[in-house]
């Protein structure tokens, strides 16, 4: 695990458990997380992307998998949001903008872990507030 991945709230993985991320020591080798208290980042592994994951971070189930509402315009029609198919294929989907509400973007990203997936998404939120 990459000690400058993570941010507060992340979602990692010790000893098989799930745990968030409450605290970052100065030098990031010691953690603090929620249930646990400190562990040294050797002991920390990233938390798989799986459909219970995914609901626990607030993505919602839909037919083609799950997805994440960061901006929505109604006047405009434009929508900016985080899709992960059935597959775990990792999506961000951009339907029109002010000045071109027809034109639909889609990015396809390798992303395995759900903290790799919180900061994509709170990466994303600070671009549209």
Do not use: W
Not at 92 to 118: N, R, V
């Amino acid at each position: 695990m990459n000690n400058k991945e993570l941010r507060l709230g992340n979602l990692v993985r010790v000893d098989g458990a799930d745990y968030k991320v409450l605290m970052l020591g100065k030098r990031n080798d010691l953690i603090k997380l929620e249930g646990l208290g400190l562990v040294g980042i050797s002991r920390i592994e990233p938390t798989p992307i799986t459909p219970d994951i995914l609901e626990s971070l607030g993505f919602k189930k839909a037919v083609i998998g799950y997805y994440f509402d960061l901006d929505q315009d109604m006047n405009t029609g434009s929508f900016l949001g985080v899709l992960v198919t059935n597959e775990m294929e990792v999506v961000i989907i951009m339907y029109g903008d002010y000045f071109t509400p027809d034109k639909k973007t889609e990015y396809y990203l390798e992303c395995t872990s759900a903290h790799h997936l919180q900061n994509l998404c709170a990466a994303l939120s600070n671009t549209v507030n």
